[in-house]
């Protein structure tokens, strides 16, 4: 099928490459011009596992392209993905500005029967409204009436707003959108689902479990998931504060907790919080849901408040061990949210090495993806190419993100480099291993 991708980041470029290698032609289009340029050069603008390769073989077998031209990209298509970003507004809703505008383009912009197909996590409601844009702006073309005779005769709609959330893991993306956990197909409209199981044949023919619902559950779906994953990592994190009153590792307890099946082992790595541009988001934005509607949801604004605390421990921490910070050398290890991504949205870190420049600490940090999404938000923040080298005369050392490159090198040489061996574990990378004696070690989670 033809296929457009309105927003060409984590999702819509990872989408739009899994599609163009399923056979569909692709263009893949965003409103950042460096962003498009580089695609065209083959460079990436995010970094995710098996990207570059999936990118370049759709390009290559003349699948796949890429574009600033929203208009022509969706007058071409039969079916078009509204992959923008949806970022949390003051107000604790998810700003919808940017969804409103590609269906106004879609609107503005078709020329025969096309879907317009929300990936992005949206609050309830947003397809309908989006519905409504279309429909004004194809009432100002005259489009309506234009529509195609046959299915003016059945009284079929010239487009459709579906609404398909998406499930993908950044740092894993490529995998996940080859092998989604399922397929969800919000709508009510025969033919906008059956271009939908046309789109995903192939998805669909390898048992890819799918389920159709309406628009409003669909666009709940995904909220939804993503608020009870927050829930596991806040609820682990306060055993794990408990582990560390009573002497227990909590490191063990998951293990025990997630051997269960009606539990599961995702998602019960004791930290110091969840971050990154969807969980916190689509967190929120569930409670102003409620709120909207008069529901006042109890456990999630617990599930917030435990992961502000989590955030700020590892600077408190860091506060008791070493009382005056002014002029002292501190590394940082894992400036990402999470392992696996560049992506430094609602980082932990950012918080955590902000207090710390401002407490007139030099810092010094590594990370081997996220360094320059990092730099532009934190320019007094110093990078190191290595992370020994960033503990090279160290004060201290705190982690932040559990890269497993980490984990790899020995407590002994680390000590060995700092000027004072002091390691402020937010991940527990060696929360289980066995540390020198001259070395001062805290972890979350181990009493
Ligand atoms: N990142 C994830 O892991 C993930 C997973 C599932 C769902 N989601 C959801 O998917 C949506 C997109 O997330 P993302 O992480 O890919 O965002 P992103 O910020 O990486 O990418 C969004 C892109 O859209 C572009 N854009 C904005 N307005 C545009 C317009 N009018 N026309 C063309 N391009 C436009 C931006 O320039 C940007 O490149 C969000 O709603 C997010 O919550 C994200």
Redesign the pocket.
Known sequence: MKIAI?????????SGADFANRGHQVTC????EA?IEGLKQGVM??SEVGLPELVAAGVKAGMLEFS?D?RAAIAEAEIVFC?????LADDGR?DCG??Y??AR?FGESITKPTVLVN????PVGTAMKCEEIIKKELQNRKMLDSRPRVLALRGDPFFAVVSN??????GT?VRDTANPSRLIIGSDDAWAIAQMELVNASFITAGVPKIVMSRASAELA?CAA?AFLATKISFINEIANLCELVGANVDDIAASMGLDKRIGPAFLNAGIGYG???IP??TAALIATGHDVGYEFKILPAVQAVNESQRRILYTKLCEFMPERAGKRIAVWGLAFKPG?D?V?SAPSLQIVQNLLADGAEMIAYDPTAQKNAAGLLPQLKFAKTPLEAVQEADALLICTEWPEFAELSLEKIAEMMSNKLIIDGRGVYRNVERPNNVKYWTVGCG
């Open positions: 309105i927003g060409t980041g984590y999702v819509g470029l990872v289009v965003d409103i950042n962003r603008p995010i600033l929203a992959c923008v970003g949806t970022p998810a940017m969804i505008e590609v383009t990936k992005s996590t949206v959330p998406e499930f993908l893991s950044q993306a995904k993503n990154g541009g969807c988001k689509d991504t992506d949205r």
